[in-house]
């Protein structure tokens, strides 16, 4: 089995095992703090222990990177990094609002331009979305691009989760100009940029950590993606636990453009 073959099934095994879960009283139990620096909640361990399970009953030789576990060796002679993100969007989770996902990816060197494999799984009803390096992105195995057209509605998905006065201020065009959403994960909105239904994202918090752009990030450069980071130069980082992202992404340049030109 190849890196994708396991991610997609090993996010399979996640819905199977939260589908229930999510919005339920113990969903929310508190395991302390993960090594992403938030409260781990039951739903997110019960999710990456089914990764950690499905990787050793495979024998994947790996690194994995997890949000709420930390660094986990699984072999000696690691193939490359499994970054995971198995509940992203834990507070949509934990209370029910349809709006959350796993998202996982593996990476050949260690920085997030090394990602060769993602998958995200849309927990609310298990659809699925995927992407290998040079090989296109995927929704429910049929190719997806980004909507590379003037849009009919221009919908710019922007993070104002904790945004203080000064980011709110320098946010407001943004806001005032376009269809702007904000839904709670970031990975799921990634994917949805990917599929063509968001014409640009934007987060400019410096709160996005590794395992909530990995997937997202390859999957949208598969679908045809313009990433940057917060200098609008091409979006990179180190896979380490202290990486936090600033990041916009667009269908094309003319958007990019129209959205945050004299913003960022
Ligand atoms: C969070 C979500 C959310 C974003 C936060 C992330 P988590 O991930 O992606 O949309 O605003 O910055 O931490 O904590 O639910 O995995
Ligand atoms: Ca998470």
């Known amino acids: 089995m190849d890196a994708l073959e396991i991610l997609c099934e090993a996010s399979r095994r996640i819905y199977e095992n939260v589908r229930d879960l999510a919005g339920t009283e113990l969903a929310a139990g508190d395991f302390g703090r993960g090594a992403g620096g938030d409260i781990s909640r039951n739903i997110d361990i ?34 490359g990094y499994v970054i995971m993100d198995a509940i992203d ?41 995927h992407a290998a390096s ?33 980011l709110v201020k320098r946010l407001q065009p943004i806001l005032e100009n376009n269809h ?14 990917a599929r063509g239904l968001v014409d640009v994202l934007v987060d400019i918090r410096g709160k996005i950590r590794i395992q909530d752009i990995a997937a997202g990030y390859l999957i949208a450069r598969e679908a045809g993606g313009l990433l940057l980071d917060e200098h609008m130069n091409p979006l990179d980082a180190d896979l380490s636990y202290e990486t936090r992202i600033s990041f916009v992404a667009a269908a094309n340049r003319t958007v990019l453009d129209e959205v945050v030109s004299g913003i960022i």
């Open 89 to 129: 969007g834990s507070a949509n989770a934990v209370r029910g609002v349809p709006f959350f996902c796993s998202s996982l990816a593996f990476a050949e060197g260690e920085r997030l331009s090394s990602v060769t494999a993602g998958v995200i799984t849309d927990l609310s009803g298990g659809q699925s979305y």
């Open 46 to 79: 019960v999710a990456e222990k089914t990764v950690l399970d499905y990787l050793k009953e495979t024998g994947f030789e790996c690194t994995v990177l997890g949000e709420e576990c930390g660094r986990v060796e699984l072999s000696e002679n690691p193939r």
């Open 134 to 166: 040079g090989g296109g992105a995927f929704y429910e195995g049929k190719k997806i691009s980004v909507h590379d057209k003037k849009p009919v509605y221009r919908i710019v998905g922007v993070n104002t989760s904790g945004a203080g006065m000064e």
């Open 180 to 193: 702007a959403r904000h839904f709670g994960a970031n990975a799921l909105e990634m994917a949805m940029f």
